[in-house]
């Protein structure tokens, strides 16, 4: 399937999105595009200083010249992630000018835009791409920090995505280094969700939402030098490759398609205000090393003989409700948010029969599960050269932690969503210790 068939079909199976265009020289197709969405509407273009030289005059003068009242805000910050002072800034011009925003950056002000729209009686906005960064242009809700938690908020997708190649091959190449990451990511969340789906059966695949990008996801990937080389047909392949990711979250309602374990990591660096040589680090760096974290993590399950799990012995061990909550309590005591991982794992907690009925299947279906994890999930050595020719961390230190942070914070990542997830079912069948061991301890891959 080509790039136009791919796009064709991700619209179809988008529920918020309506137009997507990408390609060379189409900046000046905005005004049209917005005319099309909100004719006789006035604009707000939303910036920071670094992509209103990337992008957002040139749009601001398309704007003006198509005859539409334009202005702009320019977020006063030079580094930033998605806080809620920011979403409370922005709300503030939108409401007081009562104009359509419209996105000009990456990531971050993405989803300001996002849910600021939102708040504005569920208000669309357009969404012009300056960096093949992140999924989340497309992605239904925003990921925005708020009372110390970081927190996916409902709200819809850009009606309209505009991404010029000359612009995103233009983006310094750290931050297409991170949308890379981002979007290797859905290789082992992919996993993760069939482990969901398979043994659990919380969250059941969802059809469009995989084919859509698991299907292609390969080959999205497969080119990290052209990536790495600024050639802007690979960066483009990227660009749609995220995209896609943001269409199956806009299917599924929900970012179970895009992520689970991996990402979690990056919200922790995010919730503890983590800097490194003083700068907040990418969501896209921070995601690479919970990427390679989550596969060698896979690499050490996929050696176990899940068949010959002790299922009446891991159920007579099996925590009360109770004391799952007073561990998540004594471990996020000191955290920024010290109730997440008591709410999570409330929300989540299976009582005995539950895991029984889960570990009984895990065993039933092993031989079969493991064939299908071993296709989907990258070994860590894959991943890690595919990370090293694209210029992603491949290394903690390369964001300022190292693998005894990693091995702490696998804790709290087991803990802080509701998602059910590899480290779940490692709990439940009794083999948590032996799998951190074996990724972190002697010989392990992350051997410390």
């Known amino acids: 399937m080509n790039n136009e068939e791919l796009i064709r ?29 909100f004719a006789g509407k006035k604009a707000m273009i ?11 005059e040139t749009v601001y003068n398309y704007m003006t010249a198509a005859g539409i009242d334009t202005d702009k805000f320019l977020i006063p910050d030079k580094e930033f992630h998605a806080d809620w002072k920011y979403i409370e800034m922005v709300d503030d011009v939108l409401k007081t000018s009562g104009r359509i925003a419209v996105s000009v950056g990456s990531g971050v002000i993405n989803d300001i835009c996002k849910l600021t729209a939102f708040h504005q009686n569920n208000q669309r906005y357009l969404s012009v791409a300056t960096a093949a960064s992140v999924d989340g ?22 009606i309209a995505l505009i991404a010029d190649t000359d612009v995103l091959a233009n983006a310094p190449k750290e931050m297409t280094a991170a949308g890379y990451a981002d979007l290797a990511a859905k290789v082992p969340s992919g996993g993760e969700w069939i482990i969901a789906a398979e043994i659990s059966g919380v969250e059941p695949i969802i059809p469009d939402a995989w084919h859509i990008l698991q299907d292609v996801l390969d080959d999205m990937l497969s080119n990290p030098e052209g990536v790495a080389n600024g050639d802007p047909d690979a ?31 990056s919200h922790i660096m995010d919730m503890t205000h983590h800097r490194y040589h003083g700068k907040l680090q990418s969501h896209g760096f921070q995601v690479a090393v919970g990427t390679l974290t989550m596969c060698a993590i ?29 561990r998540a309590r004594v471990l996020f005591e000191d955290f920024p948010s010290p109730e997440l991982g008591y709410s999570q794992i409330t929300e989540k907690y299976s009582d005995k029969e539950k895991v029984r009925q889960e570990l009984t299947t895990l ?6 599960l493991k064939e299908k994890l071993r296709a989907q999930v990258y070994p860590y050595a894959k991943m890690k050269k595919m990370f090293e020719i694209v210029g992603a961390p491949t290394e903690p230190e390369h964001v300022g932690v190292n693998r005894k ?44």
């Open 405 to 448: 942070y990693l091995l702490y914070r696998t804790d709290f990542v087991q803990l802080m969503r509701w998602r059910y997830n590899l480290l779940d079912l490692a709990k439940r069948g009794c083999f948590y210790d032996q799998l951190l061991h074996a990724t972190f301890g002697k010989g392990g891959q992350l051997e410390f």
């Open 363 to 368: 065993k039933a279906i092993w031989p079969e």
């Open 235 to 265: 960066i483009a392949q990227l660009f749609n490759g995220l995209t896609l990711s943001g269409f199956a979250m806009q299917a599924a309602k929900s970012s179970r398609p895009a992520s689970c374990c991996e990402h979690l990591y």
């Open 137 to 158: 242009y497309s992605s239904f809700g925003a990921s925005i920090t708020y009372q110390n938690a970081k927190q996916t908020f409902e709200c819809p997708a850009p």
């Open 46 to 56: 939303i910036a920071d200083d670094n992509t209103w030289k990337a992008a957002g």
């Open 9 to 37: 079909k991700g619209l179809q199976i988008a529920t918020q999105t309506k137009s997507y265009v990408i390609g060379k020289d189409v900046l000046k197709q905005v005004p049209s595009i917005f005319n099309e969405h």
């Open 298 to 326: 896979f690499d050490e399950f996929l050696k176990m003989d899940m068949s010959s799990i002790d299922v009446d012995k891991c159920v007579e061990a099996w925590p009360s409700l109770e004391e799952e909550q007073e």
